[in-house]
């Protein structure tokens, strides 16, 4: 659980790219942290290979957005996504129900 804290870009921006389908790390939460500045293709290949992921509060570009609910990399190991404070209202709709339909548990409030 990394929300809320002071890790910075570069930090978690390694972070990130150290996850690999090997890795052991099932559940991650990045609630609350900015990351706005991280190339979407960073948070869409990393985060797929999890179990679960908390990105509420995370202020996500609509590009990050897209990407990480790209139809064609859904649902990778992803289970569970937390969107929770996301503006989601740029998402093509078919996007959104494909992510929708592709989760077993997808938060958007």
């Known amino acids: 659980d990394l929300s809320n804290s002071d890790i910075s870009s570069a ?9 690999s389908p090997s890795s052991k790390l099932k559940r991650l939460s990045l ?13 869409s290949s990393s985060l797929l290979h999890l179990e679960e992921v908390d990105l509420s509060c995370t202020d996500l570009t609509e590009e990050q957005l897209s990407a990480l609910l790209d139809p064609q990399s859904m649902p990778g190991n992803l289970r569970r996504l937390l969107l929770s404070f996301s503006d989601l209202s740029s998402l093509p709709p078919a996007t ?14």
Do not use: F, G
């Open 11 to 19: 930090q978690l921006a390694h972070l990130l790219a150290s996850l």
């Open 31 to 43: 609630a609350s942290l900015p990351l706005s500045s991280l190339p979407s293709a960073l948070i």
């Open 96 to 109: 959104l129900a494909q992510a929708c339909t592709a989760l077993q548990d997808l938060h958007l409030r």
